[in-house]
């Protein structure tokens, strides 16, 4: 009788052990201190302003606020990502009072502030979803209370003792030193670490960073900070303690970068953002596959071809609105100009992209890429005031309307149902 008990104690035990999972292939084995459920993440979805949203996002012009009136309803912006195959949420433009004012990031009052922030969180959690905010990790404007008070003593001087400026932007915003001497690497950490601890958020994408490296800042209070390898040694710095405080409050949150330029960067974080596959595809170290890059196209195909290689997808609400309209056919035949020129070429996409779904798509498909540039060389040329008519996009233009009018009938296939076809071949969803 004993000998009977022991095997079958001794046989549920042997079954038990191999039902067990077996141990699963990381995607990158190199670094796997970047959490299980980032690793296995091939794309995420960006719901409201992409502008500043990260490189890959910048170009789409898109925003999507049907059925959200508050923070309460980030479940429906969930049925939205899920629709294109992506659980993970990143959110832009949530704080007070718009985009523009980068400095605390507290949640819009318009939207609930954070009573529903933290609601609208649960809902996505408790759906199994995922939400990661934007930080602005580089610059600040100077018209927030923390750029009228701190930024003077926390931002970059160049050698004249005038404050940099950002890009086109003049005055608005002040570049902002993180290392010895300044306090914008401690309100930074903070932040991070509030929105963590309060929200229970799943990241952070740090706007900017992976782009930023040998500044040169001449501000007296900051000593020693015109070495650039200081600023280097300090961005480095920021963007650990960034990870590390999140961490504390959630063991598995991630930090993401945009631009992918920097490997010291890289290397303490947790993926980034890149404009498009063709510059992916020249950084050195990209055939290792080392880090969770995610970027985009307008281009179907394209997107297929980022997810072949073994990258991520950065999608938007642009793909809700994938079939073309007369706004459309009105700008791709209309001259080309500094103003009309990207919406001409978006608006080519839409028709290439609902053709393509639908296996209805015209030879040769069109270079895209190539048909912006010579635009612009054409501009540059003539002058950025001019209006022109350019022929390789008129003839590519009449060959994609004439085909979608032959076929408008028998167009049933949108492209993000492609879209989530594409993902769901590689995750199963």
């Not at 912006?77 to 985009?99: F, H, K």
């Not at 920097?262 to 290397?267: E, K, P, Y």
């Not at 296996?359 to 895209?368: G, I, N, S």
């Amino acid at each position: 009788m004993k000998r009977l008990l022991l095997y079958i104690l001794m046989t549920s035990w042997l079954a038990s052990f191999s039902a067990l999972p077996a141990a699963e292939t990381l995607r990158y084995p190199q670094r796997p201190d970047i959490p299980r459920w980032w690793q296995q993440t091939r794309a995420f979805y960006c719901p409201l302003a992409n502008s500043g949203a990260g490189s890959s996002l910048m170009k789409f012009k898109a925003h999507r606020e049907e059925g959200f009136t508050s923070f309460d309803d980030l479940d429906v912006m969930l049925n939205d990502a899920r629709s294109l195959g992506t659980n993970v949420i990143y959110l832009v433009d949530y704080w007070e009072p718009e985009y523009e004012y980068k400095a605390d990031y507290r949640p819009k009052q318009q939207w609930g502030g954070e009573a529903a922030f933290r609601r609208g969180i649960e809902k996505v959690h408790r759906r199994g979803g995922r939400v990661i905010l934007y930080l602005e990790a580089f610059i600040i404007s100077r018209r927030t209370e923390l750029g009228r008070t701190r930024g003077p003593q926390w931002a970059m001087r160049d050698q004249h003792g005038n404050f940099y400026p950002y890009y086109a932007t003049g005055d608005r915003f002040y570049l902002m030193y993180p290392g010895e001497g300044s306090g914008w690497a401690d309100h930074l950490v903070g932040v991070a670490g509030r929105l963590a601890r309060e929200f229970s958020i799943d990241g952070v994408h740090l706007d900017s960073y992976g782009l930023q490296w040998g500044w040169r800042d001449y501000h007296t209070d900051h000593p020693g900070a015109d070495d650039p390898d200081k600023f280097n040694r300090a961005a480095i710095q920021l963007v650990k303690r960034i990870r590390a405080e999140l961490r504390k409050h959630r063991p598995e949150a991630v930090v993401i970068l945009e631009g992918a330029e920097h490997m010291q960067l890289l290397d303490v974080c947790d993926g980034a953002q890149i404009e498009s596959l063709p510059i992916l595809m020249r950084k050195p170290w990209v055939k290792d596959r080392r880090y969770p890059i995610f970027t985009s196209s307008f281009s179907l195909p394209e997107m297929q071809q980022i997810l072949d290689a073994g990258h991520n997808l950065a999608i938007s609400p642009w793909w809700f609105a994938d079939y073309p309209g007369d706004r459309d056919r009105k700008r791709l035949l209309a001259e080309t100009d500094k103003r009309n020129r990207f919406d001409q070429i978006e608006s080519l996409h839409r028709y290439h992209n609902v053709l393509w779904a639908n296996r209805r798509l015209p030879r040769p498909p069109a270079d895209f890429d190539g048909l912006f540039q010579g635009i612009i060389e054409q501009l540059n040329r003539d002058g950025w005031g001019s209006t022109f008519a350019y022929p390789p996009l008129m003839r590519t233009a009449e060959r994609y309307l004439t085909t979608y009018e032959q076929h408008r009938e028998e167009l049933d296939r949108r492209p993000s149902n492609v879209l989530q076809e594409m993902l769901g071949k590689i995750d199963g969803l």
